[in-house]
């Protein structure tokens, strides 16, 4: 079992940044890949960006490619996403997930591949 926690998110103006946070209790993430998702009113919940075990192969949506990144500290049990020059279409419930694997460098990048989700926390970008 995995208990994911996001935090960090807020309401921020277009080109604002924020720091995504997603600690992990009840199992070590040094076992685990992680991703971030987000789910917009209306729309499919879609990938932002994945870490594999290793934290060697970060991949990320084309559409916050350049913007986003994604680390993880396994000492602290905690992967970030840092969000810069947000984009009102950024706007979004964001959640992380995470899939245990024996693999040390996949990087999954689909909903149906992760066993473990959080609540979600909101990031609201303004005009």
């Known amino acids: 079992q995995a208990q994911l926690a996001e935090s960090g998110g807020g309401l921020v103006q277009a080109g604002g940044s924020l720091r995504l946070s997603c600690a992990a209790s009840?199992?070590?993430?040094?076992?685990?890949?992680m991703g971030w998702f987000r789910q917009a009113p209306g729309k499919e919940r879609e990938f932002v960006a994945g870490i594999s075990r290793s934290g060697s192969t970060p991949y990320y949506a084309g559409s916050v490619k350049g913007r986003f990144t994604n680390t993880r500290d396994n000492d602290l049990n905690t992967v970030f996403l840092q969000m810069n020059s947000l984009k009102p279409e950024d706007t979004a419930v964001y959640y992380c997930?995470?899939?245990?694997?024996?693999?040390?460098?996949?990087?999954?990048?689909?909903?149906?591949?992760?066993?473990?989700w959080g609540q979600g926390t909101q990031v609201t970008v303004s005009s």
């Open positions: 997930a995470a899939v245990p694997t024996g693999d040390y460098y996949v990087t999954p990048t689909t909903a149906s591949d992760y066993s473990y």
């Open positions: 009840e199992r070590t993430i040094s076992s685990v890949a």
